[in-house]
């Protein structure tokens, strides 16, 4: 593979981030990476609903008096939005238009910062509440499914933001775009996650 | 050992080997450090029979045993027999589909440097006041009241050689997958590499659960978490359920690759296709597909209710119906063929009735019912050492000797081989048969010692006996092997002369690039059927031979790797130590920097050229 | 094997068509996200109006689960070719998932 092949939008594969044997296995790998994270997911989702409102005796945090939801929607709208941009994002790769896609991508990890940044509040704030990650098996629980979450939207971002840093100057070619696929890819799992997060975290704690 | 090797200096050797990303000299890395926490464990196994040989014994205090027994039992699956599997399966497997290397050869230097620092950093514990006490399986109740050190060096040291093991599953799975020559179909694969594809996959869905409770375990030990603190409203069952709903499939995950070596060898030493390729290929699948619906027959006396023990209990016993389709279709193949007793076949054929036995006491076991008598006696051990020493050392050692002649190209001695299958089945059978009754007469597990004159006196002295000879058998195969490495004597492809695929058709000592050319395969077992037909070379060829891609060797793996080893140290002695939080950060920095070097700097890796491929040394080196 | 990439050109018509295909499938890719945030709304204003959590309940999972199928077949493209084994693989994991939920659910307290 060379670096320095030039490509025009007529010569650039249809689908470019399995164009080489490279590309196949990452993205092949990756898929299968994400089967795993289903599993890790899973096991913190079902510890959360065990151990939901649990805590020692005389514990004053509940679910249902906790969770902000207008802070969740707004998170949620971010996320979602954040999610589609990347899909622009991809659009572009797609049709070899590099300087669109870094833009998408901008607006994505602008967007992802923002969902960020509103987590950090939330938590600080229940924080501030005293619900502390030491409080209860709940607070243990919640903070570590949702700062899991967390912790990928900061992984997804950080890698985002490498990609472009990198590719700035030399554009696409096959060596990195599989990669800029696979990071696409993250990012739409990191919704998929928060989606189980804010129905089954927050709307069914809300209702009890 | 190869000639390359001598050519070059000691500090060069190492230095290759620290860098190397060829699947093949991880491979001899895997068998070396694994090789060596056998040894480690051996050794545990032999303090704990000493203890025990006679009653009221004081050789070791109680809570000295607890720390072997449990180092015994976490190093043996996790530091042993995983990465002997992975030795095995990074040297054949990809020779056994035609590949020139795994799909990701920086990944799979790093799966290993993670699992490496991983077991030195749990056995680092041993020098640094203690090591962990609550046995392999770590329940919560008792983990979270151990005093110490031991627990949180367990928790670290598996979380940063699991992450390891994860990595090395996706790997085999990738390369399974995409890099199999032209005409290898999946019913064309050699089941050797069905059951690491399996085991792969059983792999990827069993570790994250691990993970998950390491995480919570280290969280609330060292992060003031309460996930199993019932005082605080968390619960010690969770950890139970998320370490069975990863360890049972991990025994899984350690057969059935022993199952893949075994079936390798029947084929091979009776000379005829293996009987059944098909239903053994979906047997493999139905176990690992089983083994995810049944790991609460481990917690049978939890007191889950009846509806749950039930359940799980007719799950259980279903696995017998595809482990009991591969015994037969090992002995049918076996059946008419001529058999030569070689040593890996005399460890196939000790296999077959071990395992058997282990896998009624199982099916006894399964039964909820009878588990409330079994539950925590020397039955259960008894069960476990059969189906894993049974099973997957017979298979190792097997593995060893077959497997011997393709990784190093010299042949293990046959006599002295067979000398230590004897003494070594022999005195398993002597440790561990005796151990049934134990149980059935009321001795508990994870005793230190127990009063004399109840009976199990002559009983447990036998069993020390009998280790014995297992000590003698190992020590041997010890000789053995430093005798082969001395002598050095080339054997060439195929030694064993009834070679039936891939692997033993490439020219010995195999080149770094595998296949000058890849192969064609016509059907499976490609080699016998191109050796059938005449064809000297023992292959087709699916490409002219031109230029061919390489890696780069990479320093990177290690220094990620040893980025999270120091990190654990700050983890472990987070609130106790001023240093402690700064040490954690360095130790991250640096696998981050690490990281980022990778993600930085292009690696594209290199070209041997067609013409450095024509000349009879073949390329670089 | 695969490493040399043989680039081709494609022809004036065949590029029109892609890039007209591409385009078509933004479009829906913009309607995709128009349902989903359509189904988050419901959501939301399902547990505002305050109907009964036995009713509630089961639609917003349903919900959850519809929207997730959109975003793994249209967002992330498993509705594409050669998406063979990363949906077994994705839901073999998504069964383990499953059942992983269950036990915990039914069988960690009683």
New interface residues.
């Given amino acids: 593979?060379d670096?320095n092949?030039k490509?025009t939008?007529?010569?650039w594969?249809?689908?470019s981030e399995?164009?080489?044997?490279?590309g196949?296995?990452k993205f092949?790998?990756f898929?299968?990476?994400?089967?795993?994270?289903?599993?890790?997911?899973?096991?913190?989702?079902?510890?959360y609903?065990?151990?939901k409102n649990?805590?020692?005796s005389g514990?004053e945090f509940t679910t249902q008096e906790l969770y902000e939801?207008p802070l969740v929607?707004i998170m949620?709208?971010l996320l979602?939005?954040s999610?589609?941009t990347s899909?622009?994002a991809m659009?572009h790769m797609?049709?070899y238009n590099f300087k669109s896609m870094q833009a998408w991508l901008m607006v994505t990890v602008l967007l992802g910062a923002a969902f960020l940044g509103f987590e950090i509040y939330e938590f600080n704030h229940y924080v501030h509440l005293g619900f502390t990650?030491?409080q209860?098996?709940?607070?243990?629980?919640f903070f570590?499914l949702v700062g899991t979450h967390g912790l990928h939207v900061v992984i997804g971002l950080g890698w985002i933001i490498?990609l472009m840093l990198?590719n700035s100057k030399r554009g696409l070619n096959?060596?990195n775009a599989p990669k800029f696929y696979l990071a696409a890819?993250y990012w739409?799992?990191i919704?998929?996650v928060w989606?189980?997060i804010?129905?089954?975290v927050y709307?069914?704690g809300?209702?009890? | 050992m190869s000639s390359i090797a001598q050519k070059k200096g000691f500090g060069a050797t190492i230095w290759d080997y620290l860098t190397t990303v060829d699947h093949k000299k991880i491979a001899i890395l895997y068998l070396i450090s694994g090789g060596f926490f056998f040894i480690v464990g051996g050794i545990e196994a032999m303090l704990i029979r000493i203890q025990l040989a006679q009653p009221d014994n004081d050789f070791i205090s109680a809570g000295f045993y607890n720390q072997i027994l449990t180092m015994h039992g976490t190093t043996m699956i996790f530091l042993a027999a995983m990465p002997l599997l992975f030795a095995f399966m990074n040297a054949v497997v990809p020779l056994q589909i035609g590949a020139r290397d795994v799909a990701f050869p920086f990944l799979n230097s790093l799966g290993f440097w993670m699992f490496f620092f991983g077991g030195i950093f749990l056995n680092l514990s041993w020098f640094m006041g203690g090591a962990p006490d609550a046995g392999w399986t770590s329940y919560a109740s008792l983990s979270l009241a151990s005093p110490g050190h031991g627990i949180d060096f367990y928790a670290l040291g598996l979380q940063i050689s699991g992450g390891g093991t994860l990595i090395a599953g996706i790997n085999f799975l990738v390369t399974i997958i995409n890099m199999r020559a032209p005409g290898m179909t999946y019913m064309r694969m050699p089941l050797f590499t069905w059951s690491t594809f399996v085991a792969s996959a059983l792999i990827l869905f069993a570790f994250p659960p691990l993970t998950v409770g390491l995480f919570f375990m280290i969280f609330d030990r060292m992060f003031g978490a309460n996930f199993f603190d019932h005082t605080m409203g968390g619960n010690t069952i969770i950890w139970e359920h998320l370490f069975w709903i990863f360890g049972h499939p991990e025994v899984y995950i350690l057969i059935l690759p022993a199952f893949g070596i075994f079936s390798e060898i029947f084929a091979t030493f009776s000379r005829k296709r293996l009987f059944g390729y098909s239903a053994m290929v979906f047997a493999t699948v139905l176990i690992g597909f089983l083994g995810f619906m049944v790991w609460v027959h481990h917690m049978f006396t939890v007191g889950m209710g009846p509806t749950a023990n039930a359940i799980f209990a007719v799950a259980t016993m279903a696995i017998a119906v595809p482990t009991g389709v591969k015994i037969f279709n090992w002995l049918l193949t076996m059946w008419g063929g001529s058999i030569k007793f070689t040593t890996a076949m005399l460890y196939a054929v000790g296999f077959i009735p071990t395992f058997v036995a282990g896998g009624v006491t199982g099916i006894m076991q399964a039964a909820a019912p009878l588990d409330y008598q079994l539950h925590d006696s020397y039955f259960i051990v008894a069960h476990f050492h059969y189906v894993i020493v049974g099973g997957v050392v017979l298979g190792l050692l097997a593995g060893l000797h077959f497997y011997w002649p393709l990784m190093f190209n010299t042949m293990l001695n046959e006599t002295l081989g067979k000398l230590t299958f004897w003494l070594f089945f022999i005195g398993f059978h002597l440790t561990f048969f005796i151990q049934h009754f134990l149980g059935l007469l009321g001795m508990p597990r994870r005793v230190f010692t127990y009063g004399a004159n109840q009976g199990w006196d002559l009983y447990n002295a036998i069993s020390s006996f009998g280790a014995i000879f297992m000590a003698i058998g190992v020590a041997i195969l010890v000789a053995n092997i430093f005798m082969t490495i001395s002598k050095n004597q080339a054997v060439g492809n195929d030694p064993w002369g009834d070679g039936r695929t891939l692997e033993w058709a490439i020219p010995q000592p195999v080149p770094f690039y595998n296949f000058k050319q890849t192969p064609l395969v016509r059907g499976l077992d490609t080699f016998w059927i191109e050796k059938q037909e005449g064809n000297k070379e023992g292959m087709l060829y699916a490409e002219p031979i031109s230029d061919i891609h390489m890696p780069n060797n990479s320093i990177i793996p290690f220094v990620m790797s040893f980025g999270l080893f120091v990190g654990a140290f700050g983890a472990l002695f987070n609130g106790e130590k001023s240093w402690a939080i700064p040490v954690l950060i360095l130790g991250l920095i640096i696998t981050f920097i690490a990281m980022g070097t990778r993600s930085l700097k292009d690696d594209l890796g290199y070209h041997i050229h067609k013409e450095d491929l024509m000349d009879t040394k073949g390329g670089k080196h | 094997m695969g490493h040399d990439v043989h680039t081709q050109f494609k022809t004036q018509t065949e590029y029109e068509y892609s890039r007209r295909r591409s385009a078509n499938e933004m479009r829906g890719q913009v309607t995709t996200f128009a349902i989903m945030i359509f189904l988050t709304l419901i959501s939301f204003t399902a547990v505002y109006a305050g109907f009964p959590a036995n009713f509630i309940i089961p639609i917003i999972l349903l919900l959850a689960a519809v929207q997730v199928i959109l975003q793994l077949y249209y967002f992330m493209h498993m509705s594409h070719k050669g998406h063979e084994t990363a949906s077994l693989f994705l839901f073999s994991g998504v069964m383990v998932a499953f059942i992983t939920v269950l036990t915990f659910l039914t069988i960690v307290w009683w």
């Fill in positions: 593979m670096l092949t490509y939008p007529q010569s594969p249809q689908h399995n164009a080489t044997l490279e196949k296995n092949v790998g898929w299968l990476f994400l089967g795993g994270e289903t599993v890790l997911f899973a096991s913190l989702f079902a510890t609903l065990a151990l649990k805590g020692p514990m939801l929607f949620t709208m979602l939005t999610s589609l899909v622009y659009y797609k049709n990650y030491s209860s098996a709940f607070s243990s629980a570590t490498l990198r096959l060596y890819l739409h799992f919704d998929v989606v189980f804010f129905t089954v709307l069914m809300v209702i009890g």
